[in-house]
């Protein structure tokens, strides 16, 4: 219930949190802190500006569209739960024996609190008992709007505590002008009904008129004395609950055998004729005591007190020209005291009005109990000197032997001052553990940035073997298709340019470069000066290597047309050379470990980019094996001479058929009515935004990397058009005595090629130049389509 007590602390916001995560996710809470612009974490002993909670509960409001009163009286429920989860289960319930003595002794447990939660702010409440039952609760409180929490926490309370459930809805709202200040004052009534099990409910009734009926029934059985006992004891009980089926020598039973009967606990006080006490032993035994009329008039006052404030010495001046109520916080009169009759009243001593001594010390309060003596006409104030610590004794220079020995305040002097340690370091701790967690937070974020460089060096699984110290060995990939690329006249180019400029078109080159590897999913291997090595299939086999490295060859040709030439201003020129065939890949070194690929593949790869023409993409004939039916326009370039290879048949690349630009280049799909191509010619393209993982170096660059990168998704499963090719290529193969495929090329570099497409078709032995294949074939295996 002392969630007002705890609202400038940490505690209320993390119960908000909790709620919002445990019943609507973690996404949920995150949208609305952001929206409510407050930080993610708070301390338990932290004071909080009670505008960040306000915030909290508007955003809540909008974020799940419900209206704040259900809003508030759901988090009410909940945070009844959250306290006692939280250890303030025994605390709460020990408050009272029933729901009217619970809510009686809030204000007490709030004054409690305020030794631990010295910053608190806590509402006053104060109840009445109707006739009928019911109750009204009295709400006061300077924080605006929060009432609705009230029936949120008591109802769960009644339920938990007392098995009752209650309904509670507001009979009057008002701004109290009495009080100090502008205070909201709320009146609920209260209304409850008892729980009980299905058989019980026939059985038992919580009505008053339970009661009339059961004396009639009784009555010519009792004598008057009894009849007496059974009225005054339901005038005490109130709402007790009574049998409605019940013989009259069960209850007489229950009137007799006092304290086990369930009508009635017996229990009549004896009060002395006269009081066996003098005046200067009572004055000494409560040393702390004050008694006053209704005009305020002091008419008594213990020993401790006159000494602290000597004007009390003299009777019958004013006790508000000596003293203010700073809890609860009304006017200093008896109807105000009186309506408050059941809250922990405290005073404070007026600096004006206190000895000299006392000037320079901090004002003494006292809290304590307002008793009325309805026959002297008097307020009897029993009360303590209110301190915390034994710094706050020092204070005032105070000691222990001031305070009776038997107050508690002594004991609760040093067993505070060990609760506010204690207190300390778990703040303390709290602290340590909030800066541990955002220095994990920012830890997790770094090692983010690290891996994201290492797997930019090396390939993942790689890297983490690496990580975790294990080695990694080398692997055979039977096929593989591995480009090189290199810009012309380079060496010319640096002979005539600073070396800046060589960096800087370089750069803009690579990262153009780099984004295409991942539109298309190719592994960079390394640059060397201005050469360009990528491989499709490696490090994690594709079937469609091959026209993974087609469509990144095409896309760096387009791609160089962006850069400049340092020298003559035009775009540069770049050759490309492409070559299918088997590779050894490992790691190699421990300094500077890189991932690397060796065999004949790669030679004949950089000697088909080597022996190329600018701006043309050059194939090997296994290359050109595997592309010649994925729709890709390719031409033949003939028999040319291949340092170290002899004569070798190659071709060029010129476009994909079935792929426009804007696809090939990772760029988003332009509008029907721009000119340009929103889909494929096939029904399976789609588009897959993901993010591009390479940073631009420049503004310029910047900019154009703002656009997302749209992923080219290739089918590497058999498709229906590759499965009909196997079975038709089967059975031709059948006609064959024994002859096999081969191409140009070394046959150690093929023996294993087109391991996933079945036997070459017959033709395959033959290359016939791209001009002169049929074109009503139809085989679309492993095209690309967008995802």
Known sequence: MFIYLLLQYGFINMCLKSLVVEKYGEETWEKLRLQAGVQDSFLTFEVYKDEITMQLVD????????????????????????????????MLRTLGGNLYEFIENLDALHSYLSLSYQEMNAPSFRVEKNEDGSMHLHYYSDRRGLCHIVPG???????????????????????????TGKKEHIVFLVTQNPLFPHKERNEFSSSSQCLVDTEKQIENQLNKEDLEKVKNANGDRGNSVCPVKKSHWKTLRGIITLGKGKLLRGFDPVYPKSLWIDTKTFCNGLPFHMVFDKELKVKQAGVSIQKIVPGLQTMGICLDQYFRIVHPEVPFTISSIQKFINSQFVFQTRREMMPESWKERPMLELRGQMMWMESL????????????????????????????????????????????????????LERKKEELRILSKH?????????????????????????????VEAGEFKECTILFSDVVTFTNICAQCEPIQIVLMLNSMYLRFDRLTTVHDVYKVETIGDAYMVVGGVPVPVP????????????????????????????????????TGPVLAGVVGEKMPRYCLFGDTVNIASRMESHGVPSKIHLSSSAYQCLKYKNFEITERGEIE??????????????????????????????????????????????????????????????????????????????????????????????????????????????????????????????????????????????????
């Open 443 to 471: 830890l997790e974020e770094e090692k983010k940035k690290t891996e994201a460089l290492l797997y930019a060096m090396l390939p993942q699984h790689v890297a983490n073997q690496l990580k975790e110290g294990k080695r």
């Open 642 to 787: 291949v340092k170290g290879k002899g004569k070798m048949h190659t071709y060029f690349l010129i476009r994909n058929k079935s792929a426009t630009e804007n696809e090939i280049m990772g760029r988003p799909m332009k509008d029907l009515d721009s000119g340009h191509e929103s889909v494929q010619s096939f029904p399976e393209c789609k588009t897959e935004t993901v993010p591009s993982s390479h940073q631009p170096a420049t503004q310029t660059q910047q900019k154009k990397d703002q656009t997302p990168t749209i992923a080219m998704k290739y089918v590497d499963g058999p498709t229906d058009a590759q499965n009909s090719l196997k079975r038709r290529n089967q059975t031709k193969a059948g006609d064959l005595t024994g002859k096999t495929c081969d191409s140009k090329s070394d046959g150690s570099l093929h023996g294993n090629q087109h391991a996933d497409d079945g036997p070459c078709p017959p033709n395959q032995g033959r290359v016939k130049p791209a001009a002169e294949e049929p074109q009503n074939r139809n085989v679309r295996s492993n095209f690309c389509t967008l995802l």
């Open 59 to 90: 955003k809540a409001c909008k974020v799940l569209g419900v209206p704040a009163d259900i809003v508030l009286r759901e988090f009410g429920k909940y945070f009844f739960e959250f306290c006692k989860r939280s250890g303030y289960d025994h």
């Open 153 to 179: 926490i008591i109802g769960a309370a009644a339920l938990d505590f007392f098995n009752i459930e209650i309904s509670m809805k507001i009979v009057n709202q008002t701004e109290e002008e009495e009080r």
């Open 377 to 428: 006409q008097c307020m009897l104030y029993l009360c303590s000197p209110l301190l915390r610590t034994l710094h706050e004794l020092e204070e005032r220079q105070m000691h222990i032997a001031d305070i009776a020995p038997h107050d508690v305040t002594r004991d609760l002097i040093l067993l505070n001052q060990q609760r506010l340690a204690e207190m300390e370091l778990s703040s303390q």
């Open 544 to 579: 469609t290597h091959a026209e993974r490295v087609a469509n990144f060859a095409l896309g760096m040709i387009m791609a160089a047309k962006g850069v400049q030439n340092p020298v003559s201003g035009n775009p540069i020129q770049i050759r490309v050379g492409i070559h």
